[in-house]
């Protein structure tokens, strides 16, 4: 049979046990699955395939994730889900700070594992109704704070620190809200001075922990 145009990639260490897991996916879902490690400097593919990237959080640290998830930023035909987690805390911790569609803990069997890679490929989301509930109501209990000031954070210093979490480059971040380069490395000496924090991932742990959902970014206007 041959196999559809659907692509997974698994980002974990290259093991005898990750070979035989990716084997088994290969078989049961008829896809291609590949594997690439968390350092990794090969981007996910280029073309139009659908493709699904499962991070392997067991050997990935914040900022390898972050990294994968910045990767895929602009590709809409790519999503993201994680594996080996430890518990429902675990991946709320995971949810609160990137953009994941699908989640799976370290006791799940194979076939249920295969479940929802299957529901992923159908475009919809992969968790649990009680994890669903309290991601809801997490972003529920932080959009109220998200316009109030923190720790004498200005709106402008809330925004940068919203974007920092999205994964945004200093020239990113530059373009999105019209100001040069060195205004944002300004802005973000004076961030970390003020929470205490001496670079960018813990200035998002610092903004997941104390803001929740990040502030609301200004879109492009037509008057910058």
Same mark, same amino acid.
């Given at each position: 049979? !041959?196999?559809?145009?659907?692509?997974?990639?698994?980002?974990?260490?290259?093991?005898?046990?990750?070979?035989?897991?990716? *084997?088994?996916?290969?078989?049961?879902?008829?896809?291609?699955?590949?594997?690439?490690?968390?350092?990794?400097?090969?981007?996910?593919?280029?073309?139009?395939? =659908?493709?699904?990237?499962?991070? *392997?959080?067991?050997?990935?640290?914040?900022?390898?994730? &972050?990294?994968?998830?910045?990767?895929?930023? =602009?590709?809409?035909?790519?999503?993201?889900? +994680?594996? %080996?987690?430890? *518990?429902?805390?675990?991946?709320?911790?995971?949810?609160?700070?990137?953009?994941?569609?699908?989640?799976?803990?370290?006791?799940?069997?194979?076939?249920?594992?295969? !479940?929802?890679?299957?529901?992923?490929?159908?475009? &919809?989301?992969?968790?649990?109704?009680? /994890?669903?509930?309290?991601?809801?109501?997490?972003?529920?209990?932080?959009?109220?704070?998200?316009?109030?000031?923190?720790?004498?954070?200005?709106?402008? =210093? /809330?925004?940068?620190?919203?974007? /920092?979490?999205?994964?945004?480059? %200093?020239? =990113?971040?530059?373009?999105?809200?019209?100001?040069?380069? $060195?205004?944002?490395?300004?802005?973000?000496? %004076?961030?970390?001075? !003020?929470?205490?924090?001496?670079?960018? /991932?813990?200035?998002?742990?610092?903004?997941? $922990?104390?803001?929740?959902?990040?502030?609301?970014?200004?879109? !492009? +206007?037509? $008057?910058?």
């Amino acid at each position: 049979m !041959k196999s559809n145009n659907r692509l997974i990639q698994l980002v974990t260490e290259n093991t005898p046990q990750s070979q035989l897991f990716a *084997d088994y996916l290969r078989q049961q879902l008829d896809c291609q699955v590949s594997i690439l490690t968390p350092s990794s400097t090969r981007k996910p593919k280029a073309d139009n395939e =659908e493709t699904l990237i499962l991070l *392997d959080a067991d050997h990935m640290d914040d900022a390898a994730m &972050q990294a994968w998830q910045s990767h895929v930023a =602009e590709r809409p035909e790519t999503s993201l889900a +994680s594996f %080996n987690l430890r *518990d429902e805390d675990h991946a709320v911790e995971i949810l609160s700070c990137m953009h994941v569609r699908g989640i799976f803990y370290r006791d799940d069997s194979l076939p249920l594992i295969c !479940k929802g890679l299957r529901t992923l490929q159908e475009g &919809q989301l992969w968790m649990s109704r009680s /994890l669903m509930g309290r991601m809801l109501e997490f972003y529920r209990r932080h959009q109220i704070n998200a316009y109030r000031p923190a720790c004498g954070l200005t709106q402008r =210093e /809330l925004e940068i620190i919203g974007l /920092l979490g999205s994964g945004a480059s %200093n020239m =990113e971040i530059a373009d999105r809200l019209f100001v040069s380069e $060195h205004t944002v490395k300004s802005h973000l000496y %004076n961030i970390f001075k !003020k929470i205490d924090v001496h670079n960018r /991932l813990q200035a998002v742990n610092w903004a997941r $922990h104390n803001l929740g959902a990040p502030p609301p970014v200004p879109q !492009k +206007s037509h $008057h910058g």
